[in-house]
């Protein structure tokens, strides 16, 4: 844990009692401050309880004794509306803010030389983040890997100086840290997403910007429109930039199969499986320019990319059979992501699609069509999706996972000899059949782990 001791002696309100709110809770009690803790859910309130966290009912309280408000950085800060809890503190003149910028603070206090690498962007967080954190690990650093990946921040251990702080942060968490300012910052791209909690795609791109325009250093992917302003907009702003593209000139680039650094060719992610796709060569490469900023030579960056374990969920390979690769990348939950997944192969794609869809489907997928044998359509989403794929791809309705695995299997086998894929990237949305993606995954996973035995059985 990371005891936050910047507000020792205060009285802090904390709404939100999930993870981040608890630990947020106990980091600022082992600094000293007096927390009064809230959630609507009984749940979480009686969790919170058995953890030691004192509960308040924010609603009655008097805010004029608190000397901040720490949101949940699922809770709405300002759209649709601010929650009634960022009203009843702006009202009394109390400040909002999230874990990040707790401990933001708290290093800037106690510890300003510990490394801070923030990772933002729409698409690849996870997997930036994850990746600058196992290079880090395999050339002896010392690091602590959360945020919005795995655990959160203020979990982490202590900040020392030799310790590498690498942090996953959501646009929602940037909101809620107006003074972050990491050591070493990468944006990977700005596309439309969580519209309903920014309010537009300015609001959207401002929050992601702020976290680099904080950085001392920073990598910054210009390929698309919105990442492209902000990185003019901080050319000669004193920060050391490295630029990052997939299809222009930059610092860094990624084309074929290989990373370059200002033109000279220094890493060949061919092969490897679990970096498979463009959009993990964008990420490697953004991972590349980060840990250049941070100090790393190629010598300790570039032979850890093919140790990478890849994350599960993501482009996953599950299993193979003879001619066939079975992937599992049910964190693609809308079309962008299936897309990354779809370009990753020119042809032979059985791909599970659906789900609860998003808007506009899979229209967008159409130029990917004439990759796909065959689509496999599940859940709520299957009639529309029917409709995208018309006379154009074959597919099948199969309603479960189960039956789609069984029917995409059979005839991926079938297909040989070049080499066919069988993937879970339904572009959509798990809540009408699965609690969450992550189930729906390990779902499929069963699912394949038990067909390829029942065919391996003699
Ligand atoms: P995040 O943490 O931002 O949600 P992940 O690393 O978990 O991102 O990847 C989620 C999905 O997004 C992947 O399965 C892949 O389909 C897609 N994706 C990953 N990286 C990129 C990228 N750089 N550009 C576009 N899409 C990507």
Redesign the pocket.
Known sequence: MIPITSFAGLDVAIFGLGASGNATALALMAGGARVAAWDDSDIGRSAAEKAGIPLADLMTENWARFAALVLAPGVPFTHPEPHWTVTKAQGAQVEVIGDVELFGRERAAVCPEAPFIAIT????????TALIAHILRESGRDVQLGG??GFPVLTLDPLTPERYFVV?CSSFQIDLAPTIKPSVAAL??ITPDHLDRHGTMENYARVKEHLVAGADKFAI?VDDDWTRAIAKRHAGSGAEILTVSTRDTADVTFSGSRIFFRKEPVADLAGIDSLRGR??G??AAAAYAALRLSGLSDGEIVPHFATYPG?V???EQVARLQHVIFIN?S??TNA???E??LATWPRGIHVILGGKAKEGGIESLRPYFPRIAKAYLIGAASDDFAKSLGDDVPFEACGTMDVAVARATEAALGSGPAEAVVLL?PACASFDQYKNFEERGEHFRRLVTAELARRRAP
């Open positions: 962007g729409t698409n690849g967080k996870s997997t930036t919005n990946i996953e990977l791209n992917v959009h993990n964008e990420n994350l969920h993501r482009m990348d964190k693609a962008e992501s299936t990354t997944a990237s």
